[in-house]
């Protein structure tokens, strides 16, 4: 299956911003999303976890969903700072298929 | 605080095999296992292989299989992450994360450069 996400999205600091991950086929619901930040010239970071988790050390400005409907995930940040400015991963997984990951979407806040 | 650090940057020749390393701290090493994911300049994050180390069990992307071997010693914390018959196409950044099920990765590795170049 493929995740597709956004190319690029901008927002304005102070603003809220969310992020699609689309999965192409299989339920999104079935396999657990994470979600990881990487700023310029950094590792990846874990920002959300098993849908919705946000692990210790993340604010709780960056939260996660999942919506069977559109069979889509998404990340949204809300009250943005210029330090969120970063490439945005979705990731999951089935049984054939360990990781996968959307194609990245550059967060700009400007 | 669980660590994950990283060998240095390497520079190989096509053809040559690369060998990583990511060494492991503030956590049961055996408790874990690891996932490699690379990245080529300006490109998105890529899959490659997992190992549980609690278990022996290896994974790897059929993309990758008959030439990357992934594996740990428990006797020095550290994970590692061989890749042969390289070529320019595998120029990128490798980083290790810890990864228990082979689903995810929690801590991230610092990552490390490997320049494929003649």
């Known amino acids: 299956f493929i995740l597709t996400q956004p190319h690029s999205v901008s927002e304005s600091p102070g603003k809220t911003v969310t992020i699609s991950c689309t999965r192409s086929?299989?339920?999104?619901?079935?396999?657990?999303v994470q979600w990881y930040q990487q700023r310029p010239g950094s590792s990846p970071t874990t920002v959300i976890y098993e849908d919705d988790q946000r692990p210790s050390g993340v604010p709780d400005r960056f939260s996660g969903s999942i919506d069977s409907s559109s069979n889509s995930a998404s990340l949204t940040i809300s009250g943005l700072k210029t330090e969120d400015e970063a490439d945005y991963y979705c990731q999951s997984y089935d049984s054939s298929n360990p990781w996968v990951f959307g194609g990245g979407t550059k967060l700009t806040v400007l | 605080q669980v660590q994950l650090v990283q060998s240095g940057p390497e520079v190989k020749r096509p053809g040559a095999s690369v060998k990583v390393a990511c060494k492991a701290s503030g956590y049961t090493f055996t408790s874990s296992g690891f996932s490699w994911v690379r990245q080529a300049p300006g490109q998105g994050l890529e899959w490659m292989g997992w190992i549980g180390v609690y278990n022996g069990e290896t994974d790897y992307a059929q993309k990758f299989q008959g030439r990357l071997t992934v594996t740990a010693d428990t006797s020095t914390s550290t994970a590692y992450m061989q890749l042969g018959s390289l070529t320019s196409d595998d120029t990128a950044v490798y980083y290790c994360?810890?990864?228990?099920?082979?689903?995810?990765?929690?801590?991230w590795g610092q990552g490390t450069l490997v320049t494929v170049s003649s």
């Open positions: 086929s299989g339920s999104i619901a079935s396999n657990f």
């Open positions: 994360a810890r990864d228990t099920l082979g689903s995810r990765g929690d801590y």
